[in-house]
């Protein structure tokens, strides 16, 4: 596997990203995480100093699991900071490090010319990822996450998980992408991706998502 950085570990997707790939794999966390597969090393520190991490690792391939909700960062200002503020500074740091390929996941629908908030900034950092001048980048798109999550209790996503084996068989066509999507599927899809090589930006939604995970 490509030399394998990865920030937003502590997280659904990150999570399993960190049970799913092989040994070699390198993590940024602000706090440390406990029971760690053999050969994940990971870095604690506060996110500001993470750019000074990533020019030490000097990584190949960078992935981002990054992501809260307004509702859980407090306000739009504080949802913005990590979602486009941090995860931007990470990627540019990757990128003067030397890094050639970066992996994001962003949201179905992301746009930066959603009149969305959430949908918006998604779309603005994706936009920016494809200007910075990566050899390669892989943004993945997903609907609900669907799987354990750790943190507050999430009412409206939890009912949505409930309902959403109901909800998915009703998604045909172009709907499709529109479907749950396990995050252990996702993270599946993000460590086939870091192996891979290419160049371009690509778009990864359900079923492209599906099918890389394997």
């Given amino acids: 596997m490509a030399d394998l950085l990865l920030v937003g570990a502590t997280g659904m997707v990150g999570e399993a990203v960190v049970r799913a790939a092989p040994q070699g794999l390198h993590i940024l966390v602000r706090r440390p995480a406990d029971d760690l597969p053999a050969g994940v090393r990971q870095s604690v520190t506060p996110t500001q100093q993470w750019p000074a991490e990533i020019a030490a690792a000097a990584p190949t391939v960078v992935a981002s699991a990054l992501g809260t909700t307004i509702r ?3 306000s739009q200002g504080a949802f913005r900071a990590v979602d486009h503020d941090l995860l931007l500074a990470v990627a ?123």
């Fill in 72 to 74: 859980q960062a407090g």
């Fill in 92 to 214: 540019k740091a990757a990128r003067e490090a030397g890094a050639r390929h970066f992996i994001t996941v962003s949201s179905i629908g992301a746009s930066a010319r959603s009149a969305n908030f959430y949908l918006r900034t998604k779309g603005e950092v994706e936009e920016a990822l494809g200007a910075m001048g990566f050899e390669r980048v892989d943004i993945l798109r997903p609907g609900l996450l669907t799987g354990e999550r750790k943190g507050p209790f999430r009412a409206g996503e939890a009912i949505a998980m409930i309902a959403a084996p109901l909800t998915d068989a009703l998604m045909l066509g172009r709907m499709r992408r529109y479907r749950s999507i396990p995050a252990t599927t996702v993270a599946r899809a993000i460590v086939a991706l870091a192996q891979s090589g290419g160049v371009g930006t690509h778009i990864h939604e359900h079923d492209g998502i599906v099918r890389i995970a394997g």
